[in-house]
Every structure is written in structure tokens, then in C-alpha cells.
Antibody
Framework: EVQLVESGGGLVQPGGSLRLSCAGS????????MNWVRQAPGKGLEWVSS????????YYADSVKGRFTISRDNTKNSLYLQMNSLRAEDTAVYYC?????????????WGQGTLVTVSS | DIQMTQSPSTLSASVGDRVTITCRAS??????LAWYQQKPGKAPKLLIY???SLESGVPSRFSGSGSGTEFTLTISSLQPEDFATYYC?????????FGQGTKVEIK
């Protein structure tokens, strides 16, 4: 069974940093592109970042470019999101998501989400 | 970036109704469009991929159509468990933008 489990969320002050993790199991993690998607309280879904299976190709939404860094460790079946210079508008539930085909596509598996709250 | 616009934002309907949600892209995305259902406190669930392909395990009352810039999600006979928020997502470009969502409410 495919599982994605996020961790690392919490309360952080504006300007602070946080590192999210996503542990994948039940599939060949190293073969799949992986993604982060967030959802602010009461708002819609926002794609945040993608990383190719090898880690060599990375994309970011303009809203996080220069502040967030996506990475992965295929030996640990894990995906990460390093979030720096956090702002109140980064408050959201952060989901990791897997595409239904290894290289690209719609997201057939999602984690349960981890809540990040940026507040003083 | 490609912008995705859904309509309506909210839809009131009754059990058994036929429901249609529209999603428009700011430029052609061919058929690289997905539809998701989300219930409160839960992760989104994939319903439709590549504009019209039904994800495994999704009831056949859900269907998708369209290509280019205009797409629709249709629920042929609304069931109680279908009251939720629905999102479209384009994956034609690296920036996988979502629509703003359509909330389907009980009339």
C-alpha cells in the first residue's frame, strides 16, 4: 500500500525557519517525481514545488522561490521542504503528493498533511 | 503562468441532480487536466486525469470532458457523499496550477 507521511510542521515566528519531511513507502520512491502542495486555512490548493526522481530538476512557485528549498534522499525514501524567511501568508497545511505516472502528472496519492503556522 | 478559473464558486444542488462544473485555462493545456474532490480535514482525492480518464475506484457517475482551454466535470446523479469541494489542476506546464475550487452544497 502506498503511503506518504508528512512531519515537521508547527508554530514558528515570522522570519523563522522550518523543515518538513515526507516519508514514502509501498512504491519505488526513487523512480517518482515528488511534489509539495499547500492549503491556507479556508482557502484553495496551491502547488508549491516539484523535484524530479533524481533530484536534478526542481521547480518552485513564484510565491516561495528564493525562500524554500525542496530536496530528497532516495536512500531514505524521503522528501523534504526547507522553509526559510517564513511569512504569515505561508501558514497552511502542507501536503506531499505523488504523480500517478513516475515522471509527471496528476496526483494519485497524498499525505495527510502537516500544519505550519507562522505567527508571533 | 497558466491561470485556471473554475465556475461556479459555489453550487447548491439536491441528491439526484445532474451537476456540471467548468474549468477554463488561460492558454491551451491540451488534455493535461485533473479533477480532485476534497472533504473537510482530508487530503484531496483524484477523480479524473487527462481530462476524461476516470481514476480507478471512482464511481462512474463522475465524468470529465474538454480539451484546450475549456473543461467540465459532471456528476450524473449527485449522491450524499458527493457534497464536497472540487478542484481542477493543469499539469501542462511545470507550474501545476489549481483552480480556486467549487463547493457543492446541499440545497
Amino acid at each position: 500500500e502506498v503511503q506518504l507521511v508528512e512531519s515537521g510542521g508547527g508554530l514558528v515566528q515570522p522570519g523563522g525557519s522550518l523543515r518538513l519531511s515526507c516519508a514514502g513507502s509501498g512504491f519505488s520512491f526513487s523512480s517518482y517525481e515528488m511534489n509539495w502542495v499547500r492549503q491556507a486555512p479556508g482557502k484553495g490548493l496551491e502547488w508549491v514545488s516539484s523535484i524530479s526522481s533524481s533530484g536534478r530538476t526542481i521547480y518552485y512557485a513564484d510565491s516561495v522561490k528564493g525562500r524554500f528549498t525542496i530536496s530528497r534522499d532516495n536512500t531514505k525514501n524521503s522528501l523534504y521542504l526547507q522553509m526559510n524567511s517564513l511569512r504569515a501568508e505561508d501558514t497552511a497545511v502542507y501536503y506531499c503528493a505523488r504523480p500517478r505516472t513516475p515522471n509527471y502528472g496528476s496526483y494519485d496519492y497524498w499525505g495527510q498533511g502537516t500544519l505550519v503556522t507562522v505567527s508571533s | 503562468d497558466i491561470q485556471m478559473t473554475q465556475s461556479p464558486s459555489t453550487l447548491s444542488a439536491s441528491v439526484g441532480d445532474r451537476v456540471t462544473i467548468t474549468c477554463r485555462a488561460s492558454q491551451s493545456i491540451n488534455s493535461w487536466l485533473a479533477w480532485y474532490q476534497q472533504k473537510p480535514g482530508k487530503a484531496p482525492k483524484l477523480l479524473i486525469y487527462k481530462a476524461s480518464s476516470l481514476e480507478s475506484g471512482v464511481p462512474s457517475r463522475f465524468s470529465g470532458s474538454g480539451s484546450g482551454t475549456e473543461f467540465t466535470l459532471t456528476i450524473s446523479s449527485l449522491q450524499p457523499e458527493d457534497f464536497a469541494t472540487y478542484y481542477c489542476q493543469q499539469y501542462d506546464s511545470y507550474s501545476r496550477t489549481f483552480g480556486q475550487g467549487t463547493k457543492v452544497e446541499i440545497k
